[in-house]
């Protein structure tokens, strides 16, 4: 079935369906049609994945793809016209020119946690282009995967654009098929499956990954303006956001006041109980659900109820114990210096294709020895994972977990090993800017960086000695919701770019164009033989080179 589904697309390809600008246009109009005529649709299916607040779903998705369709549509014109390009005068009378044509046939394979809008959007770019499109929607989110095989078809031309709907098996006979290119988002394990699955047929890839984001925060700062903004874009879908901050450095003559005020925004934006809030959504699925709360300090989450007193008493043992060994790690490693970094939890599971639980992978986030004096120790904590500002209250039947600040967080804490992707926010005290940029580059690139600052040498020197996919200065997920700017990773966090042109470039081929008159034929200057009157000539040449 997936073998027919390419072989369709690409005889549809091959034909010229797909690459004239009205067919495009159509396309492009069809798209913000089916995200505006079932927003209804569509909440429902991110509220029964997810439990997606419906102003969440219709704000950073369903607007995001129907501006992003609108916004490629009303460039195309400009994108794929000549683009005039100077020759070298040795070659006049010449003209040269660049093209950008469709890629083919290409694979995009989307994530969970915003299955609406990293489905979509990169669609948009694609059918911009003038591609044929397969796209495998994630299996973890199956209301609004099965939604998407239901509408794709009924608005979209069926025999260029098919959704493929299924699990692994299906993602990985997909990738057997020589796409012309494969456009993948979702955690760095998956993506090298899908990097090894393209070098066999040399497709080119586009890997939008993840990684562990940081947020400097110093006393020249608006506290209040800070804690809002980092708060809204780390709790937001319940963290479950690839360019969300995962973690907060912040000096010491700041970091207190800060943790305060954030949990003060946590109550502003949810209210005393977020878990009645319909503005604060719940963990995609167990699994996930499981994996936060082991990086929660030990004891704030109960055990699944018992089954006899003895077993009771044997876990609260082995909670004390599972203390006391993190106490000792966190001593043994150095005060407040990191231990070895390793891979993400999601690594150990079974890997899924088209998941977005983006957490480091083997060599995703390095390994990091970390001066003691760069991070403080908080005093009275003591358990590495920090102090429990706010939040730390779970519902396993509801797979809720409350907006939690931790304060104090020891860099060797495992809530510092992998990508979070929940509402866990871990704020550490560094020194001062210097030491924070050192804790940053020990660490692999991540997808994007904050820095919350009004000092012009702070934000430059952050912006010239770290690198990540994007930095934000005093705004979290702001570069997500354009389509003037390019969005991707770099290193572990990702390959590629999109959005807006970067987008359609990344679905096409810029293809160079060159031309000269048959007469007068200027070149019998350089045809053999090579006499001595023409390396005199040649030598003249070279000094106006």
Request: positive net charge.
């Amino acid at each position: 079935m997936t073998n027919q589904t390419f072989e369709q697309l690409k005889k549809t390809y091959e034909s010229g369906r797909t690459r004239p600008l009205a067919w495009r246009r159509a396309q492009l109009n069809a798209l913000r049609r089916l995200v505006t005529e079932n927003r209804d649709a569509f909440v429902s299916s991110a509220m029964a994945d997810l439990g997606k607040p419906a102003a969440e779903t219709v704000l950073m998705e369903l607007n995001l793809v129907a501006g992003e369709a609108q916004f490629v549509r009303n460039r195309l014109g400009l994108w794929t016209a000549r683009h005039p390009k100077a020759m070298h005068w040795m070659l006049q009378p010449a003209a040269g020119w660049t093209i950008a044509e469709p890629k083919g046939v290409v694979f995009i394979i989307s994530p969970w946690n915003y299955p609406v809008l990293l489905a979509l959007e990169p669609m948009a770019d694609a059918l911009a282009a003038g591609n044929a499109v397969c796209l495998k929607p994630s299996e973890l989110s199956p209301n609004t995967s099965k939604l998407l095989a239901e509408l794709v078809p009924q608005y979209l031309d069926t025999e260029a654009v098919r959704v493929v709907e299924g699990g692994p098996k299906e993602t990985g006979d997909l990738l057997k098929n020589p796409f012309n290119h494969i456009f993948y988002t979702g955690g760095g394990h998956v993506g090298k499956i899908v990097m090894r699955a393209a070098a066999e047929n040399l497709t080119p890839v586009t890997l939008e990954l993840g990684g562990k984001s940081p947020c400097f925060v110093d006393r020249t700062a608006d506290i209040n303006v800070a804690a809002r903004r980092i708060a809204w874009g780390k709790f937001t879908n319940a963290g479950q956001t690839c360019v969300a901050p995962d973690y907060v450095l912040a000096t010491p003559d700041v970091a207190e006041a800060l943790v305060k005020r954030i949990a003060v925004a946590v109550t502003e934006f949810y209210g005393e109980d977020p878990k009645a809030s319909p503005d604060f959504g719940r963990i995609i699925n167990d699994r996930h659900f499981e994996r936060l709360c082991k990086l929660l300090p030990v004891g704030t989450v109960p055990p699944e109820e018992p089954s006899s007193p003895l077993v009771q008493v044997a876990s609260a043992v082995g909670a004390a114990m599972d203390m006391v060994g993190r106490r000792f790690n966190a001593v043994t490693t150095g005060r407040g210096g990191a231990g070895e970094m390793a891979g993400s939890a999601n690594n150990a599971a079974k890997p899924t294709a088209g998941s977005n639980m983006a957490a480091a992978d083997d060599g995703a986030t390095a390994s990091a020895a970390v001066e003691p004096s760069e991070i403080h120790k908080v005093p009275g904590v003591f358990d590495p994972a920090g102090r429990i500002v706010c939040g730390g209250k779970v519902d396993r039947a509801a797979r809720y977990i409350a907006p939690t600040v931790l304060y104090g967080t020891s860099p060797d804490a495992p809530v510092m090993k992998e990508e979070i992707f929940g509402p866990i926010l871990p704020i550490l005290v560094v020194e001062d800017a210097e030491s924070a940029i050192r804790f940053i580059n020990k660490r692999s690139r991540p997808l994007a960086a904050y820095v919350f600052s009004r000092d012009h040498e702070v934000r430059l020197t952050f912006e010239r000695q770290t690198s990540s996919g994007a930095l934000g200065y005093s705004l979290p997920l702001g570069h997500l919701l354009s389509s003037r700017l390019p969005f991707g990773g770099v290193g572990a966090s990702g390959i590629g770019t999109y959005h807006g042109k970067a987008g359609f470039l990344t679905f096409s081929h810029v293809k160079t164009v060159v031309t000269k008159p048959q007469f007068p034929d200027t070149l019998r200057l350089v045809y053999p033989p090579f006499n001595e009157a023409k390396a005199k000539l040649f030598d003249i040449i070279a000094k106006f080179s």
